[in-house]
């Protein structure tokens, strides 16, 4: 039994509990746009929903997740108790503060922003302020990662780290350093302007601070479910992973080529030069290396599962799979999803390409896709398999897992698809009124109403996860085996000094953050002419 059990859940319950209040409001955001629903009369109400749910999915739940997860792999790949625990429990409070304190002027309608703040709008201070304090709750996370790491490492020197504490870490590197851009926008530009300290915001500026986050965050996200693929699969479905040189390799890329990519989302901002946008859409490619890295080892580490189960032959091995085992048919989604996603990806860091779908429903479909899709499904897998753990009691619910798992899967298709679909056709996101009367428009009438289907598929899902884990709380108690991850076929004895530490790649993703924002960052902040007057929400109601 993990000894933070009760720190580890009260992370992913309140991760699941907020999670399940977003799926809500994504849904009815979907229906009230559709041609299924008549206009609604206010459309701040779209946009104060559009906030909330951002909010709740980009910033709260997916740190709670790499937070609660996070702790848990510190406990059972180190084999030590958790050091700063209370410490831990203060970053959670800080996280829970400033969920509530960003989300109370939401509700209000006093911070209709969107996740993405979208100056030179301003919303009420205390919504920006809720953002830091949940930035400063997981940054007690990353830095008890550090320290927790570095006393295994005294006890235990020269042995190479566990694969999952490995990964958690540079994960943990990773967010820390991803957040800096958001904090630098929110401290220098938001809040200020909205203590009324000063008038007028640079957007551009802020913009490109924003960049700085808004793309490397997915990869923050994207973490605790590549963690999941390379430790918790191969483990459920009786495998071996195929190579730990590869594994360190992959979340080494991740932390060095993730950060100096998000300038691609400014492709349509006069104020960023072309080179900058250039360099930043090849750096973006790059980020295909530790992905096509993950499939390859993935995919062997399955087979290796496969012939020890006794397939045969060229594919026999595919047969042999457990295909009823939640963990293994998550897993096999979230690729599937991850497949198409990534590929959509490759139009959007494409300049030409990009100016063809930017700020089209082809984006929010992309997005969703990746994270709701591909990402969201393995937080499913992996509470599915830490649970009985944390909770002594077992999930016997097999049958209702892969039901939900596969309603998961469809709706995020059936929602995202008819999305990418519309944007081609040239459909505008984030508007709360779309007029489908008329040709060609109304064409587009059925793919938006099946995209809102889908939203109820997953609403329906959503809630059957959390009843699986509702009834997981009150079943009967079962003695449980220490939790393990999955260890590699040839486990090396000794890695050498750059695979077992970051300090290398800490310093490379800095410097390229550096060297690729540094002048943009610079250029905009000595403009005369940056500044334009602030439009404060308040105001306008």
Known sequence: MLNSR?????????????????????????????????????????????????????????????????????????????IGRLWAWAGFGLVFIGAVTAITPVALGRA??????????????????????????????????????????????????????????????????????????????????????????????????????????????????????????????????YSDTMMRLAFIAFLVVAMPIGIHHTFGDPEVGAGFKFIHSTFTALVALPTLITVFTICASVEIAGRLRGGQGLFGWLAALPWDNPIMLASALSFVMLGFGGAGGLINMSYQLDATIHNT???????????????????????????????????????????????????????????????????????????????????????VALSAFGGFILVISGFLFLAVLIRGQTAPQVETEPYRFATAVHP??????????????VGLMVALTITNYGYPILQLALRPDGAVPAVYIGAQR
Do not use: C
């Open 361 to 447: 429903q082809w984006v929010t479909g992309h997005f969703h896709l990746i994270f709701a899709g591909a990402i969201v499904i393995m937080y499913f897998a992996i509470a599915y398999d830490l649970w009985p753990h944390l909770t002594g009691r077992e999930l016997a619910d097999l049958s209702l897992m892969r039901a939900q798992l596969w309603l998961w899967s469809v709706g995020i298709i059936v929602t995202t698809f008819p999305w990418h679909w519309v944007g081609i056709l040239g459909m505008p996101r984030r508007m709360a009124y779309f007029d489908y009367s008329g040709a060609p428009l109304s064409a587009q009438a059925l793919w």
């Open 6 to 82: 009760r720190l580890i859940l009260a992370h992913f319950w309140l991760a699941f509990a907020v999670f399940g209040v977003a799926i809500v409001l994504g849904s009815w955001q979907m229906f009230v746009r559709s041609p299924l629903h008549t206009w609604i009369s206010d459309p701040e109400w779209y946009y104060r929903s559009v906030t909330a749910h951002g909010t709740i999915m980009g910033y709260v739940f997916p740190t709670l997740v790499a937070m609660g997860f996070g702790y848990a792999i510190s406990e059972s790949s180190l084999g030590q108790p958790l």
């Open 112 to 241: 209709s922003v969107l996740y993405t703040f979208y100056p030179p709008l301003i919303g009420d201070a205390f919504y920006y302020i809720g953002v830091v304090l949940v930035v400063v709750g997981s940054w007690v996370w990353v830095a008890l990662m550090s320290v927790n790491l570095r006393a295994w490492k005294i006890v235990n020197p020269g042995r190479p780290v566990p694969l999952a504490m490995f990964a958690n870490v540079a994960g943990s590197y990773l967010w820390a350093w991803t957040a800096v851009g958001a904090a630098l926008e929110l401290l220098l530009q938001l809040i200020p302007v909205a203590l009324g300290l000063t008038s007028t915001i640079n957007v551009g500026l802020a913009r490109v601070f924003f960049s700085w986050t808004l793309h490397a965050i997915v990869y923050f996200w994207l973490i605790p479910t590549y963690i999941a693929y390379y430790t918790i699969l191969p483990r459920a479905i009786g495998g071996k992973i």
């Open 492 to 505: 090396p004895l000794a890695v050498p000094a750059t695979l077992n530490g970051f300090g290398l790649w």
